[in-house]
Each structure stands twice: as structure tokens, then as C-alpha cells.
């Protein structure tokens, strides 16, 4: 069973690079020091494929996502939510993409994965940790000081918790965090984001495997902190994108549906009722 780790590492030794140079035969383009400085987001006849041979799980999708909008993207399993974060990540050969995606005007197929990547931020639903010490996992690269860790940590309402640490930002994370709670490890992966500063922020289902407490927590701490980001937030729970500006409703691929929380809940609660009394 162990030799299993080695015949993966084996295989994905195999694997292909990354396409990263620019699609459909046009060179790269050199970014502006600052981009994204508005965090607009594009789709523009956008289609989307896993690989080759396969159906599209996004079917022409045109969006617009205005500067610091915050939008909610709901939609039953298999409507294509986590695969709008594939495409804008470039986790798939431009051969299974149709159409393109800008942010800030700026193709994002004609840029390095490095530029890409570096400037958007994910708020994952499992907490991604490793083993090591929390400022490690804050920080791995770095980049920021002391001061700015404290301060993040304060944010995200775990400063308390550390200083009670004997080793405080040097505290050892286990692996997966498994000496932490789940909400403490959100916060964390919460932390490094708000620490990152990035323009662009994806969430998919954070507060999915937490209580509704820690769950409001992080609710409040990513409407204080993030109000100057562009936030794409997949929900599992509805009061998760109530605070949204808009809803994006996928099924099948197709936007079937795009506007105002109000407004989106109050049309399918009246599609239940029908269906009910039917």
C-alpha cells in the first residue's frame, strides 16, 4: 500500500507541462505592474470541456462581474459551478476551451500561469494546511512581516488563540491541521487570503463542513475585510450569498438565471410552492 505514493509520483512524472504561452496561436502580453487594479471579470462565449471527447460542463456563458461585485453562483451538482474556477485558474489545455475570459481587459490565455495564478486568491471548502508552523502556513513564501501575521490573525478573530500559544506564530500546524478545529482551519486558509491581498477572490463553499456558528464568523469576517475585492463565492448554503449583490443560477452548463438575492429567492420559493401544491 505504501508503494502506492511512489507509482504516483512515477506517473506524474509523465505528465505534460502546463500549456503556458498564449492561446490560439497569439503571443503573450506583458501586464501592468498593478493589474488586476479593478478586478473585472469577462466571459465572453465561454465553453468549457475536462478533456477531450467530452461534453461541455459550460456552454457558451456570457458574464460580466463589475469591479468589487460581490456574486453568488448557485446550481445543482454537475450545473458547471467549480468548473467557472477551473477555467479562470487554466486547469484545463486551451484545446477543450471555446471562447475566452478578461480580467481587466486583459485575455487571460496570453498570460503565464505564474502571472495568472499569483493574483488570484481561493478560499477552498476542504482548509488546505501543512505541516509546519502557523507562520509558515500564513506565510510559506516569506513575504510578509511579523506585524502583518498579527494583524491578519486579528481579522479573522484568532489572535487570542495564539497568544495563548507558548510558541505563538511558531506553533506547530499538523498536517491537514488535525490539531485544529475545522472552523480554526477556515480562518487560517481565510488569513493567508486577506494577507495576500489579491483583487480576486474565489470562495467554493468555505463554511460547507462547519457549524452555523463559525459559519456566521466567516460570513462577517469576509464582509468587513473584502469589501474592496471582486468575490466569486459558490454557495452550499443559501444565507451563505444573501449579502450578494447578484446570483448567477447555473443548471446544465447555461446560466439560467442572474439577479438580485431578493429577487432569486422570492422566484424559487415560489417554484416550490407550485410544485408542492401540484
Known amino acids: 500500500m505504501l508503494m502506492t505514493s511512489a507509482e504516483r509520483i512515477h506517473e506524474y512524472s509523465f505528465l505534460p507541462p502546463e500549456e503556458d504561452f498564449g492561446g490560439n496561436g497569439q503571443r503573450l502580453v506583458n501586464t501592468p505592474p498593478q493589474w488586476p487594479n479593478l478586478g473585472t471579470i469577462q466571459f465572453h462565449n465561454y465553453s468549457f470541456r475536462h478533456r477531450t471527447g467530452l461534453d461541455s460542463v459550460l456552454r457558451g456563458l456570457n458574464l460580466h462581474i463589475r469591479s468589487r461585485e460581490k456574486l453568488g453562483i448557485i446550481g445543482r451538482t454537475g450545473a458547471g459551478k467549480s468548473s467557472l ?39 477552498p471548502q476542504q482548509p488546505i494546511l501543512f505541516s509546519g508552523t502557523l507562520r509558515y502556513n500564513l506565510d ?28 505563538g506564530l511558531e506553533m506547530m500546524i499538523n498536517e491537514g491541521g488535525s490539531n485544529l478545529s475545522a472552523g480554526q482551519c477556515q480562518l487560517i486558509c481565510i488569513a493567508r487570503v486577506i494577507l495576500k491581498k489579491s483583487k480576486i477572490i474565489l470562495i467554493d463553499e468555505a463554511t460547507a463542513n462547519i457549524d452555523y456558528k463559525t459559519d456566521e464568523i466567516i460570513q462577517q469576517v469576509i464582509a468587513k475585510t473584502f469589501q474592496d475585492q471582486t468575490i466569486l463565492t459558490i454557495a452550499h448554503r443559501l444565507n ?20 438580485t438575492p431578493a429577487q432569486i429567492f422570492e422566484q424559487y420559493q415560489y417554484a416550490s410552492k407550485k410544485r408542492f401544491y401540484n
Open 85 to 123: 474556477f477551473k477555467g479562470l485558474f487554466r486547469f484545463v489545455h486551451r484545446s477543450n476551451i471555446d471562447g475566452t475570459i478578461l480580467i481587466d481587459d486583459i485575455d487571460i490565455s496570453r498570460i503565464t500561469l505564474a502571472q495568472l495564478r499569483s493574483h488570484l486568491s481561493v478560499i
Open 140 to 167: 510559506p513564501c516569506h513575504l510578509y512581516s511579523d506585524e502583518q501575521c498579527w494583524a491578519v490573525l486579528e481579522d479573522v478573530q484568532l489572535k487570542q488563540f495564539v497568544h495563548e500559544q507558548s510558541n
Open 240 to 259: 451563505t450569498v444573501a449579502r450578494s449583490d447578484r446570483i448567477v443560477v447555473l443548471d446544465k452548463g447555461f446560466i439560467v438565471n442572474i439577479d
